[in-house]
């Protein structure tokens, strides 16, 4: 104690000097209007810095449960939209009104994503627990990410559309020309749209869209942008090139889609294709 007495006493002379400075500027403030404006303007740019700055602290750690947050909430929205058409400048995604009661929508948030193999994979914070089963359609507000393939209670991993095995049947939107999207391994952000004939008329910019021909998608999601189309002289079909819609690099928060009818279309392709003697 007797130290601390000491250190304040030997800072006498500094500690009168700031008094009297405060002194000071209380006087002039309170005497003087434009002196006082001018201080109360200063204080409040200096709060005001402060406190904007504390904001945007606090805001940088807040930023992913307002994210999440707002993720949950398209979620709850896209099952209400009567319509499910993707409009020209952005994807907004609506249900066609005689089957906006077929699909079921949920939100995820991206944890692990490979982009560099030819196999690559996706993992998200949602699994069996939250109503995730396999086979699941994965966009975003680009467009197609992947296919569910793997579920465990609280994760779930996903079939990159970057995996060469991946096949997501497609259409040309201004066409309707259908057609199947793969990766070649090469480029993440692009891909090859195969088995459209060659006397098909395809033009470079023309739009890819998910065709809605099976149960992973609904019709209408964007693919990609066609880029060069090739005459495929060795095969049947046109050489086509699109560039992905969705940027791989930098996925945070997904969509998953279920078609609620996806049993009943599965049995139906079953007995066509195990078709039995009706006696």
């Known amino acids: 104690m007797r130290r601390i007495f000491l250190f304040l006493y030997s800072l006498r002379a500094f500690i009168l000097f700031l008094f009297l400075e405060f002194v000071a500027i209380w006087l002039i403030v309170n005497n003087h ?42 979620a709850r929205l896209l099952k209400k939209l009567e319509h499910f058409m993707p409009s020209q400048d952005t994807t907004v995604f609506a249900l066609d009104s005689a089957f906006a009661h077929s699909f079921d929508f949920w939100s995820a948030k991206v944890i692990n994503n490979s982009l560099h193999l030819s196999q690559n994979y996706i993992t998200i914070n949602k699994g069996r627990t939250h109503g995730l089963r396999v086979g699941m359609g994965v966009f975003n ?4 990410i992947g296919r569910v393939n793997g579920v465990s209670a609280h994760f779930s991993t996903i079939i990159s559309l970057l995996h060469t095995d991946l096949l997501v049947s497609s259409k040309i939107k201004r066409s309707g020309v ?31 869209v998910t065709s809605g ?62 078709p039995s003697d009706d006696r």
Do not use: C
Request: net charge negative; glycine share 6%; hydrophobic share 35%.
């Open 33 to 74: 209007s434009r002196q006082e404006a001018a201080f109360l303007s200063s204080s409040s740019r200096i709060t005001g810095t402060l406190l904007d700055t504390k904001s945007s602290f606090l805001e940088y750690f807040y930023l992913n449960a307002t994210n999440e947050a707002l993720s949950e909430k398209n």
């Open 141 to 144: 507000e680009q467009g197609v």
């Open 178 to 208: 259908f057609g199947s999207t793969n990766w070649d391994g090469v480029n993440s952000q692009r891909a090859k749209l195969l088995y459209v004939p060659r006397h098909v008329e395809v033009e470079v910019g023309d739009t890819v």
């Open 213 to 274: 021909f099976n149960a992973t998608f609904p019709e209408g999601i964007p693919i990609g942008v066609i880029t060069s189309v090739g005459s495929g002289a060795e095969t049947n079909y046109l050489d086509i090139s699109l560039d992905f819609t969705t940027d791989f690099s930098r996925l945070s928060y997904v969509y998953l889609v279920e078609n609620t009818m996806r049993e009943e279309l599965d049995s139906l392709l079953r007995q066509q294709t195990n």
